[in-house]
C-alpha cells in the first residue's frame, strides 16, 4: 500500500537557521515525489517534484530510494517560509496523489 | 484565466440534507480530483476523473458521487450529509497523467 509519513506535525526555527522537513514513503514500485505547500490564505500549490531536481525559493529535495525518504530542505529559513508543507507520492503515469499528514513550518524573527 | 474554482465557500448543512459542491476549471485539464482535508490526516483522495465520462473511486468515496458530463465541470455530491463529512473540500485538475495538480481555494462544509 502506498503511504506517505510526515513525523512532525509543527516544526519551529528561527529566521536563518537550517530547515528540514522529513518525509518517508512506502510504496513497492518506483513513485513520483511533490512537495505542495499552502501559504496563509492561498491555494494549495506546488513547491518542487524530485523529477524536476529544481530548486524552488532555495528549497530542495532528494529522493533516497534506499531510505525511502525525500526530505525537504533550506539552508536559511526565511519567514516568509511559514506555511503548510505536504509531502505527496504518486506512482509513474498516476494522477492520483497520496498526501502526508503534513508539516507546519513557524520561522519566527 | 480563473483556473480552478469551487462553490460555495463555505456551507452548513444539517445531517441527512443533500448538496453539490462544484467545481469548474478553465485550462481544459483532462484529469480532475476530488480530495477532503482533515486535521492530522492530510489530503484524501475522494474521487478522480481522468476524462469526460469517465470517474473512478479515489480512497474515501463512501457518501460521495460524482459525474463528468463535460471537460470543465466536476461535481461532488454527498447524497445524506452526515457530522463525519465536515471538512475542508478540494478540486483540482491536472494537463496530464502524473503533471502537477492545480488546487481551487476549497469549501469549508460543517455538517450538524
Known amino acids: 500500500a502506498q503511504r506517505v509519513t510526515q513525523p512532525e506535525k509543527l516544526l519551529s526555527v528561527f529566521k536563518g537557521a537550517p530547515v528540514e522537513l522529513k518525509c518517508n514513503y512506502s510504496?513497492?514500485?518506483?513513485?513520483?515525489l511533490f512537495w505542495y505547500v499552502q501559504y496563509s490564505r492561498q491555494r494549495l500549490q506546488l513547491l518542487l517534484r524530485h523529477i524536476s531536481r529544481e530548486s524552488i525559493k532555495g528549497f530542495t529535495a532528494d529522493l533516497n530510494k534506499g531510505e525511502t525518504s525525500f526530505h525537504l530542505k533550506k539552508p536559511f529559513a526565511q519567514e516568509e517560509d511559514s506555511a503548510m508543507y505536504y509531502c505527496a507520492l504518486s506512482s509513474l503515469g498516476g494522477n492520483k496523489l497520496v498526501f502526508g499528514a503534513g508539516t507546519i513550518l513557524r520561522v519566527k524573527s | 484565466n480563473a483556473g480552478v474554482t469551487q462553490t460555495p465557500k463555505f456551507q452548513v448543512l444539517k445531517t441527512g440534507q443533500s448538496m453539490t459542491l462544484q467545481c469548474a476549471q478553465d485550462m481544459n485539464h483532462e484529469y480532475m480530483s476530488w480530495y477532503r482535508q482533515d486535521p492530522g490526516m492530510g489530503l484524501r483522495l475522494i474521487h478522480y476523473s481522468v476524462g469526460a465520462g469517465i470517474t473512478d473511486q479515489g480512497e474515501v468515496p463512501n457518501g460521495y458521487n460524482v459525474s463528468r458530463s463535460t471537460t470543465e465541470d466536476f461535481p461532488l455530491r454527498l447524497l445524506s450529509a452526515a457530522p463525519s463529512q465536515t471538512s475542508v473540500y478540494f478540486c483540482?485538475?491536472?494537463?496530464?497523467?502524473?503533471?502537477?495538480?492545480?488546487f481551487g481555494p476549497g469549501t469549508r462544509l460543517t455538517v450538524t
Open positions: 510504496y513497492s514500485g518506483s513513485p513520483e
Open positions: 483540482a485538475s491536472s494537463p496530464g497523467q502524473g503533471g502537477e495538480q492545480y
